[in-house]
């Protein structure tokens, strides 16, 4: 009998199995991987004010690399920060995981059944006083999202690249499919990860198409890749509007989630990171039992929905208000606001005052077509404005 039973390796129950280990060793817990490593094939990043310091403390063994700032680039607007990025490596993730966790790791472990408090394995029924359910985002009729979509490639250089810091947005590419831009970390002198990256109405893209991007951007940059080595990809949602009510009624009766399937994201990013810190935290704290973790997941989940409002409605701005090839548009204007206010939105905890910001002077989209876009609800994202 475990106390707790992650089914999915990923970022979220990596993150939870690894801080219960370290903050509450009595608890019997069991991490279940249908692969034959944690973390699968991710680089995840973050800034430094998405977390506070003492989440920093805790997750600092995991980080592969950190950078005092970044860049963006837009065909009017270049732009140098000085918030400062980090990024964990799958690769560092199941290397730190696996030696803390040992034999409360099963990898090559795909569960034929899930339920709120067992998992069948191999035959073998896990009993738990409870089961998470970690496996990555499933479909839901009640969330309707877009998606950013991304190809990236660890390349070595056959020169050094002499970039120093991230460019998380460089949108001077053609503006091909949707908002397009090429995000690039330094990993060494010679080493960068480059993703082609694009925000699009449907979750399908053409790898191919993306790798020929890839190495016209590298060349429009000057660089001759010598060999290119790790490849991943993603899809993730982007909300514009839904019912997290439904949404969690429509779960198995009693089974806890987390991650995407926790509809635990950035509205506008996809990203995961800070929320999976933040809700580690939650289930880490001693007052609470293995029996309260589907309502602590679910109650914050539903929390962060509703801070998230304000986010779904730019995204509407954002696929509804103006044609593909000028969204780009909104983003440049975005990081032309104050940095500690781009921070903010970022760690999703946007003030009132930075929400009338945002939308304050001219819109860089048609008012009647934003006004229009505000109230897009039941609609599918168009490649025409509305």
Not at 156 to 172: E, N, R
Not at 203 to 220: E, H, K, V
Not at 348 to 358: A, S, Y
Request: charged content about 20%.
């Amino acid at each position: 009998m475990h106390d707790l039973i992650l089914v999915g390796g990923g970022l979220a129950n990596g993150l939870i199995a690894w801080r219960l280990n370290q903050q509450r060793p009595d608890l019997r817990i069991l991490l279940l991987e249908r692969e034959g490593a944690l973390g699968g094939n991710h680089t995840w990043s973050f800034y430094g004010p998405d977390l506070t310091p003492a989440q920093h403390a805790w997750l600092a063994p995991l980080i592969s690399h950190r950078w005092p700032g970044y860049e963006v680039r837009f065909p009017t607007h270049h732009r140098r920060l000085s918030t400062p990025c980090f990024s964990i490596a799958s690769a560092r993730f199941h290397e730190v995981l696996t030696q803390a966790l040992k034999t409360s790791v099963r990898l090559n472990a795909a569960p034929e059944r899930v339920g709120s408090n067992s998992v069948r394995l191999h035959g073998e029924t896990l009993q738990a006083r409870v089961v998470i359910d970690g496996r990555g985002p499933a479909p839901s009729a009640h969330l309707r999202c877009a998606w950013q979509k991304f190809l990236g490639q660890e390349v070595t250089m056959a020169q050094p690249h002499g970039q120093a810091l991230p460019i998380i947005m460089d949108a001077t590419v053609a503006q091909d499919d949707g908002y397009r831009f090429v995000y690039t970390l330094p990993l060494d002198e010679r080493r960068l990860l480059i993703e082609d990256t694009y925000y699009g109405a449907e979750p399908g893209f053409d790898a191919d198409a993306l790798r020929g991007r890839i190495a016209a951007y590298a060349a429009g940059r000057g660089w001759r890749i010598d060999r290119i080595g790790r490849e991943e990809t993603g899809v993730l949602p982007v909300t514009l509007d839904g019912d997290i009510e439904r949404f969690w009624t429509d779960k198995p009766a009693g089974l806890a989630c987390s991650g995407l399937r926790a509809a635990l994201f950035h509205a506008t990013t996809g990203y995961s990171l800070p929320f999976a810190v933040r809700l580690t935290d939650r289930l880490a704290d001693s007052a609470l039992q293995p029996e309260d973790f589907h309502a602590c997941i679910s109650d914050f989940s539903r929390r962060q929905w509703q801070r998230q409002a304000y986010l779904r409605l730019l995204n509407r701005m954002l696929f509804f208000a103006s044609a593909p090839a000028q969204r780009y548009r909104i983003l440049q204007r975005f990081y032309r606001l104050p940095q500690p206010l781009i921070e903010r939105f970022y760690a999703g905890r946007l003030t009132p005052w930075d929400q009338l910001r945002i939308l304050s002077g001219k819109p860089p989209v048609p008012l009647g077509a934003a006004l229009r876009a505000m109230f897009a609800f039941g609609k599918e994202p168009s490649s025409k404005p509305s």
